[in-house]
């Protein structure tokens, strides 16, 4: 069942966490329990097999991860938070709750809602609206080009390069990193997008969790448009409780650090999330520390910078074990090999020469909807005020792109596993 039974304790009639619903100290204790089993039950099925691994190599120890297990367990969390700090009611019912907490489009990789925004809006009342539903059409299409015409075309050329690490130069491994970078963009967001796209059509609006991360020019402000729902999550519920940024600056440092560690941990059980999850906290107070220093450059290449360490942490985040990520980083700085540049052909990636034009069709689309999006706010309202020809070559040139892509296949989305 998508939703845990244990989050269900917040939502048993009568009892409510709400201020003047109980003594205090009662009302504590149930968040602490709640909280503790929903934390528990995350930790558990992240972190078993992992731990029977170190006890035992018989595979029948090990425990299968449920699919979205983190999402919706963050979600119920949401929920359990908002009731204790009385930002959100109760939902009405046990089947209310259930809605929310197993809400099919973001059931699997988000966004992660909050209850005070999508719970009431079960109780809405949705009817037949042509404009809402064009509109979320038109995100579900863009969700499907970034999967099936981007992101699963860029897999294939990382995984040649990743699956024959030993025998590839720095240049190739620093390319194929590149390209992951920009993979995983296009497979999360897609997602996220279609998501949003489908709950629109329904009569639902979703957070937006991707807003152009790429065109960002520092770290800091990166993780403000990138997963926006996860980190606006750790924001309220870690960062904040910790202290932010109200107990000096070596603290808010430390409260930074502290909260990407965290979601590296959540990302899974490997020491790589971990150190992911580490190394973008400390690139952030680094950042800052440098910030005068970095205002005399100009924003394009602060740009550059920012895509460029994000690069460098995703060689521990696609990499399989530390073993292959330390080897991965130090090809790139002791074998990179100039020459590779001009010798490595990109119809060499896998794709050959009509899928490899294919993929450049498809990433100039991708960026001329984002320069639409972060001048307008809505690409998808643009195109739906397009004349009629335009808007409806637009919708063609989707659909033909995404029909041209279901040859090469099309991979689970990357954030399945988390």
């Not at 059931?107 to 009817?127: R, T």
């Not at 995100?139 to 075309?153: C, E, I, Q, T």
């Not at 899974?268 to 190394?279: E, F, K, N, R, V």
Request: charged share 15%; with cysteine.
């Amino acid at each position: 069942m998508a939703s845990s039974p244990l989050a269900t304790i917040t939502v048993a009639h009568p009892l409510r966490l709400g201020k003047g619903t109980m003594a205090f100290g009662i009302r504590r204790g149930v968040l602490v329990i709640t909280v503790v089993l929903l934390i528990g039950a995350l930790f558990f099925f992240k972190y078993a097999s992992l731990l029977s691994a170190l006890i035992s190599e018989d595979e029948a120890l090990a425990v299968i991860l449920p699919v979205g297990i983190s999402f919706y367990i963050f979600q119920s969390l949401t929920y359990v938070f908002e009731i204790y700090q009385d930002k959100a009611k109760p939902a009405p019912s046990l089947i209310s709750y259930a809605a929310f907490a197993s809400f099919f489009p973001v059931l699997l990789s988000g966004p992660i809602e909050k209850s005070s925004h999508l719970l009431p809006q079960f109780e809405e009342k949705h009817v037949f609206d042509y404009e809402r539903i064009r509109h979320g059409l038109i995100r579900m299409a863009y969700g499907y080009f970034l999967k099936l015409v981007l992101a699963s075309r860029l897999a294939i050329a990382v995984d040649l390069i990743y699956d024959s690490y030993m025998d590839m130069t720095g240049y190739q491994l620093l390319l194929a990193t590149c390209l992951y970078s920009v993979q995983i963009f296009c497979d999360f967001a897609s997602y996220s997008t279609i998501a949003i796209g489908v709950a629109e059509v329904l009569g639902f609006t979703l957070t937006e969790n991707f807003t152009q991360p790429f065109f960002t020019d520092s770290c800091a402000s990166f993780w403000r448009h990138w997963h926006i729902t996860l980190n606006n999550w750790f924001r309220d519920y870690v960062y904040i409780p910790l202290g932010g940024n109200r107990k000096g600056t070596l603290r808010k440092y430390l409260n930074i650090f502290i909260v990407f560690t965290l979601s590296g941990m959540w990302h899974g059980a490997d020491i790589t999330y971990i150190l992911w999850g580490m190394l973008s906290g400390l690139f952030q107070i680094i950042e800052a520390l440098i910030a005068p220093l970095r205002a005399r450059f100009p924003r394009w290449l602060k740009v550059f910078f920012t895509f460029m360490l994000f690069t460098f942490s995703m060689f521990l985040f696609r990499s399989e074990d530390m073993g292959q990520a330390v080897t991965i980083i130090g090809k790139v700085f002791t074998e990179f090999k100039p020459e590779s540049i001009l010798t490595t052909s990109p119809f060499s990636l896998g794709l050959g020469v009509v899928q490899f034009f294919f993929l450049i069709a498809g990433i100039i689309v991708l960026l001329i909807y984002d320069i639409v999006n972060e001048r307008t706010g809505d690409t998808a309202a643009c195109i739906a005020a397009c004349r009629t020809p335009v808007r409806w070559g637009i919708y063609y040139l989707f659909v033909l792109m995404i029909l041209g892509s279901t040859s090469i296949g099309a991979q689970q989305f990357i954030y399945f596993q988390f």
